[in-house]
């Protein structure tokens, strides 16, 4: 009985996350919408939505046009006075801080560039951009980390970075809890973008994505079943380690020919400036195109590309790629370019077409992905709101 007892709890608190996810991220707009899309009677939907109406977190207003049945539905909107999340974004150049609402609209912001900190100065920036997040919302949530990796996101550790001023194992989602007495939810920087687009951009519609962050490495972030796929100690997928060259370049990894070795953001500039000259910044190159040489160049990067993507999605059939970070700068044509590509490599390409986008909110995916692991525990039941 106790478990029967404890069963229905999860269900009830199950409910009213999905209730709030659905009605945050656009998927429904009213009661019937939900009762449609959930499967519960309109009793047990009313009585969600009116709990969360009286607590000021859900509002109903103006009346939608008549449905096929002749009624006049009420559109149901998350409350001006529901509570705001904190998203912090780790990553080697910078932390940011950003303060949300459940739509993902950006309140404040706030950066600091990072100049060689140590341990200890690297916490006290952090826990200062929380704090005036924090201080700038009635009342927050939850302090979401979208962080470089390898994070091990079970036990809000990040792990130890190449590259990151020495600074490794650094519990910081435990420092966060300690200090702001709120739940704190970490991954990997394109996990948390995968899932912002997954929720809010352009991964709607679609169960399984693949986000693929181009920058000093190549990470990548996969959502499978609507869920962040990872593996051992949650660590992420490592597309940047895919060899797309058995008897290539010898990696840090241990691996040979690794993609990572060729189409990170320092190899292309260097391409670019040998072919264009230097003085631009790898944003204007990337944005330069009909030019003959610009096309053979990368006619070539999207070759390796997709070399490394499609061995990805052969393994896990994923049906859109999204690029990210310096990704997010190549043009349309050259994405199209790279989608015919991977799709002449994909196995089952006569049953699935795989569809290669920019992320919905370009260079922040990353960062409102982080608050979006808050959403997620929220609209999973796993972070009840009160
Ligand atoms: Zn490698």
Do not use: W
């Amino acid at each position: 009985m106790k478990n029967l007892g404890k069963n229905a709890a999860d269900n009830k608190k199950n409910n009213r996350g999905k209730v709030l996810g659905l009605i945050a991220t656009g998927r429904c707009r009213t009661r019937r919408d939900l009762v449609d899309l959930m499967g519960l009677t309109k009793v047990t939907i009313s009585n969600i939505v009116s709990d969360f109406q009286e607590k000021g977190i859900l509002i109903e207003d103006e009346k939608l046009s008549l449905d096929k049945a002749g009624r006049r539905p009420v559109n149901i909107k998350i409350s001006p006075s529901a509570p705001r999340i904190v998203g912090l974004l780790v990553i080697r150049d910078r932390v940011e801080v950003v303060l949300c609402d459940f739509y993902l609209h950006i309140e404040y912001r706030e950066k600091v560039i990072l100049e060689h900190p140590t341990e200890q100065e690297l916490i006290r920036i952090i826990c200062r951009l929380v704090e005036n997040a924090i201080g700038k919302a009635e009342k927050v949530i939850g302090i979401g980390v979208s962080s470089l990796g390898p994070v091990d996101s079970g036990d809000g550790i990040i792990m130890e970075p190449p590259y990151f001023y020495g600074i490794g194992r650094l519990p910081i989602v435990s420092i966060l809890e300690t200090k702001f007495s709120l739940p704190v939810r970490i991954h990997q920087d394109n996990e948390s973008g995968a899932l912002e687009e997954y929720y809010y951009g352009n991964g709607k519609g679609h169960e399984s994505l693949m986000l693929v962050g181009i920058e000093r490495g190549v990470g990548c972030g996969i959502i499978k079943d609507g869920k962040i796929y990872s593996g051992f100690h949650r660590l992420s997928p490592e597309i940047g380690h895919v060899s797309i060259d058995y008897k290539g370049r010898k990696c840090i990894c241990g691996n040979r020919g690794c993609m990572e070795l060729y189409v990170n953001s320092e190899e292309l500039k260097a391409r670019f400036e040998k072919t264009f000259g230097k003085g631009k910044s790898l944003e204007e190159y990337i944005s330069m195109q009909d030019i003959p040489e610009m096309d053979e160049l990368m006619d070539d990067i999207m070759e390796k590309l997709a070399a490394g993507i499609s061995s990805t999605i052969n393994l896990l059939n994923l049906d859109l790629v999204i690029l990210g970070y310096d990704g997010a700068y190549i043009s349309e044509k050259y994405l199209n370019l790279l989608e015919r590509k991977i799709n002449k490599r994909v196995f089952n390409s006569s049953r699935m077409t795989v569809v290669v986008k920019k992320p919905y909110y370009l260079q922040d995916a990353q960062l409102l992905g982080a608050v979006c692991n808050i959403l997620q525990a929220v609209f999973d039941g796993d972070i009840n709101i009160p």
